[in-house]
């Protein structure tokens, strides 16, 4: 099965299909330079999510290498030459590093995805987002409860506190859990009482990574922080067999994809964390982008909890494993429909 790699003529610009010839649906980074293996990495995570939630359509990923001071120019270039592809349905973008949203405001109206993925929702009164953003943060706390039997009176840390970061520790709480430290690219916070969800909000709506202050703790220590479940996703890899020596935790629950190396994995499972595969979470607005009958908020956010629920579910205790084990249920679904299967699991090198 080939993966179908396009570049793009008006701008420094490509865009990797995961599944050649089908439907596909994934992000857009843009730096000074983006590498390939990186890219394809993210399209693969994105159609083991499709797969995971059954739906069939293959991950996309895209990439614009542009300096700062030319990015405006390559963005517009890349929507322009682009827009034939989404309006058609063939292709769907989202914004992820190094774009802003409001440029790519012409492909995300012209895409086929259910307009209930933007009503704003506001459920853990944190503040409002949009309902892809919201199953984003509860997509994570769904499998974590799922993987520990229950967040009621446990421990909580999220690595990699970002965009979604408000969503998860709102739910974790509504949960009954306490998010006990969480870190961002400036450092981490860590209070045995309990950090509050919604300070933990206002400061990043306010500062983003700079929320953690001057006085925080180096990143690193949230991995060190003993917690039922650790919420990681800060980047790819985020999570090797050096890092995952340090875990003091039950169960590693994906809020972003591919944060395993295969060594890691490996490391877990001596020490009996449940490693959740990154595109069982990850998948949750899947389920808002594509609603599979009532596309009400309510029925939308029942069926990625529910769909999450029994995916961990059929994961945890199997005897190759969580991540495996989700992996081959993503996987007997791409048979359903595919001649054939991608080459490689999602797992960072």
């Not at 953690?212 to 180096?218: I, K, L, T, W």
Request: net charge negative; charged share 15%; aromatic share 6%.
């Amino acid at each position: 099965m080939a993966v179908t790699y396009q570049k793009l003529s008006s701008t420094d610009a490509f865009v990797i299909i995961d599944l050649d010839g089908a439907p596909a649906t994934g992000v857009v980074r843009a730096a000074p330079k983006i590498l390939v293996g990186g890219v394809e990495d993210m399209a693969r995570s994105l159609t083991y999510a499709f797969a995971a939630h059954g739906v069939q359509r293959s991950g996309a990923s895209a990439g614009i290498n542009a300096a700062p001071e030319d990015r405006d120019v390559a963005v517009a270039a890349f929507v322009e030459e682009l827009l034939p592809q989404v309006a058609n349905g063939s292709l769907a973008i989202d914004p992820a590093k190094g774009i802003d949203p409001t440029s790519l405001a012409d492909l995300l109206a012209a895409d086929g995805r259910h307009p209930v993925a933007h009503e704003m929702v506001d459920p853990y009164g944190v503040g409002s987002v949009d309902l892809a953003t919201h199953l984003s943060g509860l997509g994570p706390v769904v499998a974590a409860a799922a993987a520990v039997g229950g967040l009621d009176g446990k421990r909580v840390v999220i690595e990699g506190f970002g965009e979604t970061g408000p969503s998860i520790a709102a739910a974790a709480m509504a949960h009954g859990a306490t998010v006990v430290a969480i870190s961002t690219n400036d450092g981490a916070l860590v209070d045995e009482a309990g950090l509050d969800p919604a300070t933990l909000a206002q400061g990043w709506r306010d500062a983003g990574d700079a929320m953690v202050g001057d006085g925080a703790e180096p990143a690193w220590k949230v991995f060190a922080t003993a917690a039922d479940v650790l919420v990681c996703g800060s980047k790819m890899g985020a999570i090797d067999h050096q890092t995952a020596e340090r875990l003091k935790v039950a169960a590693v629950v994906p809020h972003a994809p591919i944060p395993y190396t295969a060594k890691a994995l490996a490391v877990m499972a001596k020490a009996g964390i449940v490693a959740i595969a990154d595109f069982v979470p990850t998948g949750a607005p899947i389920h808002a982008w594509y609603p599979g009958g009532d596309a009400s908020v309510d029925a939308v956010t029942a069926a990625a909890t529910g769909a999450i629920e029994a995916l961990v579910a059929d994961a945890v205790g199997h005897k190759h494993g969580a991540f495996l084990a989700a992996c081959m249920q993503a996987e007997a679904f791409l048979s359903s429909w595919r001649d054939s299967l991608p080459f490689g699991r999602p797992l960072a090198s």
